[in-house]
């Protein structure tokens, strides 16, 4: 735990105007309600039921809950009644299994649509193409318990910072397209959340509005 990093890091984003999500996954609870005294809210977790279980003791009245990871249909319903964000919407199978479970809650799910922005293949996301599929179906235009607030991306794991610019830029620029054109009548579209503790800086300068960091506030995860 390194709270002189938290502070760094808080006092870098203020003057971009953007959120930190402290990724908490793997950490105790102890962890949580230390940064929590220092001022952070928002927690990121990328299992519903380590998640859950921090929930359960900690509540969401000085908490704030994000999931940040993959997710397994079958996990939304533990989350649906108390999650703030879901950052990770990778599928239009995973988008309908939320309005669904939003709906049971009786709750509108903040979700971020995923994007594939990695020219590695291993990372979870949509192409173009697909969220083109996903604007246009049905399930997205009559969707009543899912707010979509933005985009998420994760660039590749490397050293080559031009490569990371690249694909920040690239999610970037569609998030500003679909601003003026999907979303033109939405206040809620709002976030694009890029930006891990390796390459936050890179991603503040692409226009990030909240970065994701575990290891580099929390220290290293086993
Ligand atoms: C673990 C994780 C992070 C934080 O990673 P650090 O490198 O520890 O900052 C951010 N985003 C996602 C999706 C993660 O799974």
Known sequence: MNIEAYHKIVKE?????????????????????MLQKEGQKV???????????????????????????????????????YVDLIHGVDSLR??????KEGRKAERKLKVLIQ????????KFGFDRKELEELLN???????????VCGLMGMATFTEDEKQIGREFASISGLYEELKKNTFKDSDSFNELSIG???????????????????????GPRN
């Open 115 to 122: 994007m594939h922005i990695a020219e590695e293949d291993s």
């Open 94 to 99: 995973l988008f309908k299994q939320i309005e």
């Open 137 to 147: 179906s049905d399930a997205f235009v009559d969707a009543e318990h899912v707010q």
């Open 196 to 218: 891990m503790s390796g390459d936050y800086k890179i991603a503040l300068d692409h226009g990030s509005t909240m970065v994701r960091i575990g290891s580099k506030i929390f």
């Open 43 to 81: 927690f990121g977790e990328n299992k519903a039921q380590e998640m859950t279980a921090k929930f359960e003791e900690l509540g969401d009245d000085d908490y704030s809950w994000h999931m940040i990871g993959h997710m397994q249909r079958n996990k939304v319903k533990y989350i649906a009644p």
């Open 13 to 33: 984003l203020e003057s971009y105007n953007a959120k930190l999500c402290a990724v908490s996954k793997t950490k105790p609870v102890e962890d949580l309600k």
